[in-house]
């Protein structure tokens, strides 16, 4: 790995671990601190395989969501008989 490769790849990872960190005090102080660990994330994934396994699950969690709107619901049950 060359010189420079390695410096970007602990700027990736310094940044996106401080972004993290301060999404993590965000989500008790005033701010968008879901938008800032989704974003920091996606800084990490670009160097660390659990990142990037987070970042798949996510995606593919968002996709099923997704999907699961698109289907109508089931019909309502019909009444039960009346038992006489």
């Known amino acids: 790995m060359s ?17 993290l ?4 005090a965000l989500l ?13 994330m ?6 660390l395989p ?3 396994a987070y970042q798949d699950k996510l995606r593919a969690l968002l996709r099923l969501r997704r999907m699961r709107k698109s289907i109508p619901p089931p019909p309502p049950a019909p009444p039960p008989p009346e038992n006489e």
């Open 28 to 40: 008790v102080l005033p701010g968008p601190g879901v938008l800032v660990i989704l974003f920091a």
């Open 3 to 19: 010189a420079r490769r390695r410096i970007q790849r602990w700027f990736a990872i310094g940044g996106g671990g401080a972004l």
């Open 42 to 47: 996606s800084i990490l994934a670009t160097e």
């Open 21 to 24: 960190l301060v999404g993590v």
């Open 50 to 52: 659990w990142a990037r």
